[in-house]
């Protein structure tokens, strides 16, 4: 039986997952990964250290449970809105710069965004954001001209690893277009904006569809990792992309949510729909869209909460709070995109406790949601049942609160992660599972269902939320 290998290269660990061609999980690992601040609002990661080092204790991790000589295929996810420069030889010139968190090219985007305007953002699915790899490549030339000097490439940051394993490059669709760097009419990089910007186009490499081979094993890379030679490794996307794989959630009108150190939500549909603030673009699928947004909540936030109303105990209150908390905590996100807003404290009088404002932490994640949500819904359909996975989907309390609050089931998929998506997206790339057979097997999940009589509670506090966001937030002076 073929084994189909799955990793996901994250911000504070990579994992990995080995499945049967059925599905059926044989092998799991993680190792650690660390990210580094050089700055405030500045987030990188060492891709040789971390990514590179930690796929190869993976691999050695992995070879305990079962023989990499029967290794059939390989997927590799990373975060989203994220890039890597390298030299001519794959070697990083360069720490991987971050996703939307990373506020370090705020300059850059907003010029850009002047200069060139909504006709634009019309051909790319959206504005220049914190989120976008250009203006922190505009960035990296401005104020280190000779680590740009020797970037031959800037790498998606799963292509510094799959790059090393086949040789070959490739950005994926999805991830490009959710980085807002994908020309969608004509499918190709905005080589006009390159070369207006003075950025060579060759430092980006081809586009490529999730599901297609990148390219084979080579021998060297046999040799390090202990992989068999010559087995296909797909081109792969970033993490949600995988995320959405795992839940099998990757098709027309399914809407996937990941909570982990923020909420990401992609809605795949039949046709491109343009949500202002949002990210339009290309879903797994070639023929696909989605439409994608990106909080700066999450994990991050509730451990935030956690740390600063650490006597609180959530369970002992009852929802709602009555307390609105923008939950800003790195800038607003989608779909305002204001990276000096803060967050805001709305409601509290002097009987609020420790307990009652951790609850209300969790309560704000759901009313960002359901904000989100509404604002697509506007334009187009959102389903009945929400795909969630991350970290904190096994809170139960959590996911009970947000499901009331959204008036949506959710189905909860705790038992499998990105990695898994990525071996899944392994076994269609190497084609054992075509993606209608991926479709079939279903996502199974756990589901909750809202409290219908709590949801009419909720109704006039998700107004409320709406209006706090849409008028407040604290910024900077």
């Not at 705020?106 to 634009?120: D, I, R, S």
């Not at 490549?137 to 401005?142: A, G, K, N, S, V």
């Not at 994990?299 to 609105?324: A, C, H, K, V």
């Not at 967050?343 to 406790?353: L, V, Y």
């Amino acid at each position: 039986m073929p084994l189909f290998l799955g990793v996901d290269m994250g911000t504070s660990s990579l994992k990995a997952c080995v499945i049967e061609g059925e599905g059926h999980t044989a092998a799991r690992a993680k190792v650690p990964s660390e990210t580094h601040s050089p700055a405030p609002g500045m987030y990188e990661v060492d891709g040789e250290a971390c990514w590179w080092r930690g796929f190869l204790s993976l691999c050695g991790e992995i070879s305990r449970s079962v023989p990499l000589s029967d290794i059939a295929g390989i997927c590799v996810s990373s975060v989203c809105g994220s890039f890597i420069p390298v030299d001519g030889e794959g070697r990083q010139t360069h720490n991987a710069i971050l996703y939307g968190i990373d506020r370090r090219a705020v300059k850059q985007a907003e010029e850009l965004n002047e200069k060139y305007g909504p006709e634009l953002a019309a051909r790319l699915g959206g504005s220049f954001t914190t989120h976008s790899v250009f203006p922190k490549i505009l960035w990296l030339r401005e104020h280190c001209p000779e680590v740009f000097a020797e970037s031959a490439y800037f790498l998606e940051p799963n292509n510094f690893v799959t790059y090393r394993l086949t040789g070959k490059q490739a950005w994926d669709y999805p991830s490009a277009a959710g980085t807002t760097l994908v020309d969608r009419p004509a499918l190709e990089w905005p080589r006009d904006l390159f070369a207006a910007e003075g950025v060579d186009p060759d430092r980006f490499p081809p586009l490529r569809w999730p599901l297609s081979v990148l390219g084979r094993t080579t021998a060297g890379a046999a040799r390090e990792t202990g992989l068999p030679e010559g087995i296909p490794v797909a081109v792969g996307a970033c993490d949600i992309n995988a995320e959405a794989a795992a839940a099998r959630a990757f098709f027309p009108g399914d809407c996937v949510v990941v909570f982990g150190s923020t909420v990401s939500l992609l809605l795949t549909t039949e046709r491109p729909a343009e949500v202002p603030g949002f990210v339009s673009g290309m879903s797994l699928l070639e023929g696909t869209f989605r439409v994608g947004a990106a909080t700066a909540s999450g994990s991050r936030f509730l451990q935030w909460m956690n740390r600063t109303f650490r006597s609180g105990d959530p369970e002992r209150e009852q929802s709602p709070t009555g307390i609105l908390i923008l939950p800003w905590l790195d800038g607003a996100r989608t779909p305002f995109h204001n990276p000096e807003a803060r967050m805001t404290f709305n409601g509290m009088d002097g009987s609020a406790t420790p307990g009652r404002m951790i609850r209300a932490g969790r309560e704000a994640l759901g009313y960002e949601l359901s904000f989100l949500l509404s604002r697509i819904g506007e334009v187009r359909a959102v389903p009945d049942v929400l795909d969630v996975s991350g970290g904190l989907c096994n809170d139960r309390t959590l996911m009970g609160i947000i499901s009331s609050i959204t008036g949506k089931k959710l189905r909860l998929h705790r038992d499998v992660d990105a990695s898994y998506g990525d071996a899944l997206i392994a076994a269609s790339a190497s084609g054992f599972l075509p993606p209608d057979e991926l479709k079939a097997m279903g996502g199974g999940g756990t589901m909750v269902f809202p409290d219908r009589t709590l949801h009419e509670k909720f109704l006039p506090w998700n107004r409320r939320f709406r209006d706090l966001a849409e008028n407040g937030g604290v910024t900077r002076p």
